[in-house]
């Protein structure tokens, strides 16, 4: 079902990423942490999904090579597939609405990738980001005319 990191990716993205969020500082982010290894993997989900690996011990930031890691004898294209059975925890890290979430297999992870909705998140969550984008810079202020209008309904729908 899964045979690249670009399908993983692509689908986490497009499933978690608001429409008009384009700052790559909120991709969803996953770490891989196998059985018997002291570094683990980490991927960037984007439109070109980035592989790291992180040391037991690193800070923020920092990052091994390959060559210099557990991995050194795999590739970053196809160290998940080769490894799948030796994954012990699987963490979605939470990162601005991303929520996040733990996998102890790759059965499990996968099942919830089954079940993400590539069309993207909830309509709940896109909607204010397309009024806002669609609404941004015109005058008068639309944005305050939504907001007083959502205000108002609110209020309307406690009272009756």
């Known amino acids: 079902m899964y045979r690249t990191n670009e399908?993983?990716?692509?689908?986490i993205y497009r499933a978690l990423?608001?429409?008009?969020d384009d700052n790559t500082r909120t991709d969803p982010i996953i770490a891989f942490h196998f059985r018997n290894r002291g570094d683990y993997l980490m991927m960037r989900?984007?439109?070109s999904p980035e592989i790291s690996i992180k040391g037991k011990d690193q800070i923020a930031g920092e990052v091994k090579f390959f060559a210099y890691s557990?991995?050194?004898d795999f590739h970053e294209d196809d160290v998940l597939f080769?490894?799948?059975d030796e994954i012990e925890l699987i963490e979605l890290y939470r990162n601005s609405a991303i929520e996040a979430r733990t996998f102890k297999s790759w059965e499990e992870f996968t099942t919830w990738l089954g079940s993400l909705d590539e069309n993207g998140v909830q309509i709940s969550l896109k909607l204010p980001c397309l009024v806002y984008a669609a609404v941004r810079g015109q005058l008068p202020s639309m944005q305050n005319f939504i907001?007083?209008?959502i205000k108002k309904a609110l209020k309307d729908g406690n009272e009756a």
């Open 7 to 11: 399908d993983i990716a692509r689908k």
């Open 17 to 20: 990423k608001t429409p008009s």
């Open 45 to 47: 989900c984007n439109k």
């Open 70 to 72: 557990d991995f050194s």
């Open 82 to 84: 080769r490894l799948k």
């Open 147 to 149: 907001v007083e209008a």
